[in-house]
């Protein structure tokens, strides 16, 4: 029976690596386009941040590309994305390379000053 296992089809779920923040904090989705051009902009509501992504809330209506970078409210830097699920109004997504622990700190703290 150890050889079997392609028969069992429900998998745990993995537990989250990276610890979650509510965040709350108003960002804009950047749409990369032709040679890296940025010209369309829109915003959204970052729910939750976590060092490796994000889950952002966006106007359903709203086509989000696979691939964009993500700009926070009151940060000047943008964090290359990629798409990982979209439910209704809600798209996870992950970043393209861990964020720096400090730079999540000044993100939260950040929330807090305001």
Do not use: W
């Not at 804009?28 to 890296?36: A, D, E, N, Q, S």
């Not at 809330?57 to 990629?82: A, K, R």
């Not at 390379?97 to 700190?105: A, G, K, Q, V």
């Amino acid at each position: 029976m150890a050889f079997q296992m392609h028969l069992d089809t429900e998998h745990p779920q993995p537990e989250q690596a990276y610890r979650e923040f509510a965040l709350d904090r108003p960002g804009k989705i950047i749409f990369v386009g032709h040679h890296l051009s940025t010209g369309t902009q829109v915003r959204c509501l970052i729910r939750t941040i976590t060092l490796a992504g994000a889950v952002l809330e966006v106007n359903p209506n709203l086509e989000v590309p696979n691939h964009f970078f993500l700009e926070i409210l009151g940060i000047h830097d943008e964090i290359g994305s990629t798409v990982v699920k979209r439910e209704g109004d809600l798209v996870t997504i992950s970043f393209n390379m861990l964020i720096n622990p400090e730079f999540l700190h000044h993100v939260l703290r950040l929330n807090f000053e305001t």
